[in-house]
């Protein structure tokens, strides 16, 4: 038995317990709710670092190299990124629609054929490893823990993605208070989130956040693509939609900065980039296949 797929089960029920729990306290305000889904929300996040790390063991490389592992690392990261989030600004109702989507993450990853999950050898394009790291490592007997351009890249890639992912659910929040606002319509279940205005700032600072992580791992995907095939730039379909969810979210930033742009109009851009984002991800790897294939 794969223990790496053993944590996922117990981690996807941890998920959806954490989601309802987050619900939970939506509809009813109760604080011992809010304060459950918290303690929950960082269980779960807890039992996918589990996952990563037992897949580690098990594969003997970092556990970035398909597209099940990739999805687990976006998940965690979400999590991450959320929690922080709540912890900066107190908002826990929010935490139904994040949580809600990392559910959806997880079930996404579970209905993946059993050849996406399996522990299979490293492909020889994706060994690479620091030497400078290895040698410094090396010193402990420790140089198999060493990383290289990939894991970097997909680390770096997927910390934006995160980013992206909680604005996408912040957009959606905001269209649906935004909504309320202008109707004067007033219910609890309304009133429990922030003002739309402050759901929109959050969106914004999360894709700023998102943002130069994304621009980090298409450059570092760059160098390592020279490493593995000899050239920085192929013009494979995931490198395009990389460039092109890229091109979104500057214009989201520059349209934002210089032309101030708010509201709807942004939330409509977030929500379009984040469509981008799950299309380079899923679409890419099933409908356009090419050098990222494996992934």
Do not use: C
Not at 8 to 32: D, E, M, N, Q, V
Request: no cysteine; net charge positive.
């Amino acid at each position: 038995m794969i223990l790496s797929l053993v944590f996922f089960t117990f981690s996807f029920i941890f998920y959806i317990l954490t989601t309802a729990a987050y619900a939970g306290y939506w509809a009813f305000k109760k604080k011992w709710l809010g304060q459950t889904a918290t303690a929950m929300a960082f269980v779960a996040l807890g039992s996918t670092t589990m996952i990563l790390i037992s897949r580690a063991g098990e594969s003997g490389h970092a556990p970035f190299s398909n597209l099940w592992e990739s999805m687990v690392l976006f998940i965690w990261a979400t999590n991450a990124g959320y929690l922080l989030m709540e912890y900066r600004h107190k908002f826990k109702a929010i935490g139904t629609v994040v949580m809600a989507i990392e559910t959806l993450s997880m079930l996404s990853a579970s209905l993946l054929p059993y050849r996406f999950k399996s522990v299979e050898p490293l492909n020889p394009a994706l060994q690479n490893k620091w030497k400078w790291m290895m040698d410094i490592l090396s010193t402990w007997g420790l140089e198999k823990y060493a990383i290289g351009w990939l894991d970097f890249h997909v680390f770096t890639t997927f910390i934006g993605y995160a980013g992206f992912a909680i604005a996408f659910g912040l957009s959606l929040l905001f269209l649906w208070k935004f909504r309320a606002e202008t109707r004067n319509v007033t219910n609890r279940f309304v009133e429990a989130f922030p003002d739309s205005k402050v759901l929109d700032e959050m969106s914004y600072r999360a894709i700023a956040w998102g943002f130069p992580f994304l621009a980090v791992g298409i450059v570092s995907g760059a160098v390592w693509a020279n490493y593995a095939w000899g050239q920085y730039w192929a013009w494979d379909p995931k490198e395009t939609w990389s460039l092109i969810t890229w091109f979104i979210y500057a214009a989201y930033l520059h349209a934002r900065v210089t032309r101030g742009w708010r509201g709807k109009r942004a939330a409509y851009l977030s929500i379009i980039g984040f469509a981008a984002v799950i299309f380079l991800y899923w679409g890419v790897s099933f409908i356009l296949p090419g050098l990222h294939a494996y992934a």
